[in-house]
């Protein structure tokens, strides 16, 4: 797997450690009361980029923007990370004491599952010196493969090349496997996120085991069943991306929809014609058959599935959008974007779904608690930082959307899910939202969604 690519020179290698030079010495002008970290791999042999060095890069860069967001630290600028045919590489500027910036950094290059491979320098304009792991109290960097000082097996060439690859190869397996994107665990996933999220209560407006909420034609029971419905479905959606050798993924995007088509039937089969999950078809279909095309080139990190999930959906709102005035009928998202520009859910999607990855997830990994205090927190922060189309549609007018930031701002003032005056507001803004005729679906369906990503990356 790491031999496989466009070998590197050793002229090469030292080129572009000139130029991360030279632009580390910007940075240092640029930022001179910040911290910079300069983040790049040690991957052993002449071939340093593939798909799968870059996943792993790209699996702990992430990591560290997590890593420095949950402890605290203030990311003044992040430089997009460059594929370059001498390994990816990327810097961030942050705020903070270097000595503290960098334990921070020494404590992920030794416990993500990957972090021998990386190779984080950290710096300010006032010292260039790099700070050694020892004089913060760590130990030298240990080998990969036999656990002992890094630096004395390099000199004695205490391993063989493909010995080392072995245990970076099987290292990589295990994580990034572990991560369970085969097709049984991502179709297992996306009935998950149906299930978990109509079994969630109390949620405003919406159909839960104690209540149908604002949608008297629908109950619990027809979710269920609708849910189980979609089955074959998810699998033919997964199979699809799995098996799609094209280079246009546009096309792709095009026989998902079509099988759409069909599991809309299945679900109206199911429920006596009720539209119960109609949003979800159409969002979850694109999302299975992205895990099964990431799965199937080994992209398994939540930036290749958003990437591809772009890719797919490139020309969606060109194409959707396209001579709405002279169509004799319009569904409710065709006339909210003729009224309100609102694009809804297919601009979601086309997007990348960034309420998805750039907001729930994050605030997801945010959460604490039980499941479903931890989820009923994540629906809420989705429903007050997005343009929920069906609230909207129910509400008759965009005011809806000021209102609805007002209640779950009150809702976590009160301290959310874990406080009973935080769960007191939510039974009364439920009732609330029956007596308006109000439902948070286009929020429910993002939250499903959040659901089938959180449990691929384990976040559930």
């Known amino acids: 797997m790491f031999t496989e690519g466009q070998a590197v020179s050793l002229t090469d290698i030292l080129t572009s450690k000139e130029v991360r030079s030279a632009r580390q010495t910007k940075f240092q002008a640029a930022y001179p009361d910040q911290v910079i970290c300069a983040v790049k791999l040690n991957i052993p042999g002449n071939v340093k980029t593939n798909a799968a060095i870059v996943n792993i890069f790209v ?8 890593t420095l967001n949950q402890d605290g630290y203030h990311v003044q600028h992040t430089v997009q990370y460059r594929e370059l045919a001498t390994g990816p590489e990327g810097f961030i500027i942050v705020d903070g004491s270097l000595s503290v910036v960098k334990k921070v950094m020494i404590e992920l290059e030794t416990h993500l599952p990957l972090g021998r491979l990386f190779d984080i320098d950290v710096m300010t304009q006032g010292n260039a010196t790099q700070l050694s792991r020892q004089a913060l109290g760590f130990s030298a960097r240990k080998c990969l493969v036999c656990e002992q000082d890094a630096k004395v097996c390099a000199k004695t060439q205490a391993h063989t090349y493909p ?5 970076i190869e099987h290292r990589y397996q295990q994580h990034f496997h572990a991560t369970d994107w085969d097709q049984t665990h991502a179709v297992n996933f996306a009935q998950k996120g149906l299930l978990y999220e109509v079994s969630l ?15 008297h034609d ?9 849910s189980l419905a979609l089955g074959p479905y998810f699998n033919t959606a997964y199979q699809a991306g799995f098996n799609f050798n094209e280079a246009d993924l546009t096309q792709l995007f095009a026989q998902l929809r079509q099988h759409g088509m069909e599991a809309e039937t299945a679900m109206f089969t199911a429920t006596n014609g009720v539209n119960t999950h109609k949003g979800a078809i ?12 990431c799965y199937r080139h080994q992209l398994t990190t939540l930036t290749h599935l958003q990437a591809t999930v772009k890719a797919m959906l490139a020309t969606l709102i060109t194409t959707d959008f396209q001579g709405l005035t002279t169509k004799a009928t319009l569904t409710a998202g065709e006339q909210q974007f003729l009224k309100y520009q609102v694009t809804g859910i297919r601009g979601e999607a086309a997007a990348g779904y960034p309420t998805v990855f750039g907001l729930a997830l994050p605030q997801l990994q945010k959460t604490t608690g039980t499941l ?4 009923l927190d ?3 922060y989705i429903a007050g930082n997005t343009r929920d189309s069906n609230l909207i549609k129910r509400a008759g007018e965009l005011e809806i959307l000021t209102e609805m930031h007002a209640w779950t701002q009150q809702y976590f003032d009160l301290g959310g899910s874990k406080t009973a005056e935080g769960m007191a507001f939510l039974h009364q803004l439920d009732d609330q939202f029956k007596e308006r005729n109000l439902s948070l679906g286009g929020s429910a369906d993002l939250l499903i969604l959040t659901i089938y990503t959180g449990l691929l990356t384990t976040m559930i």
Do not use: C
């Open 218 to 226: 629908m109950d619990v029971f027809t979710f269920i069943d609708s």
């Open 201 to 215: 209560n109390p949620k405003p407006g919406l159909v839960d085991p104690a209540s149908t909420g604002a949608h």
């Open 282 to 293: 159409f969002s979850l279909g694109i999302l299975l058959g992205a895990t099964g095309y």
């Open 163 to 167: 010995e080392i690859l072995a245990v």
């Open 59 to 66: 699996d702990g860069w992430h990591n560290i923007l997590a």
């Open 378 to 380: 994540t629906l809420m």
């Open 372 to 375: 479903p205090q931890r989820l």
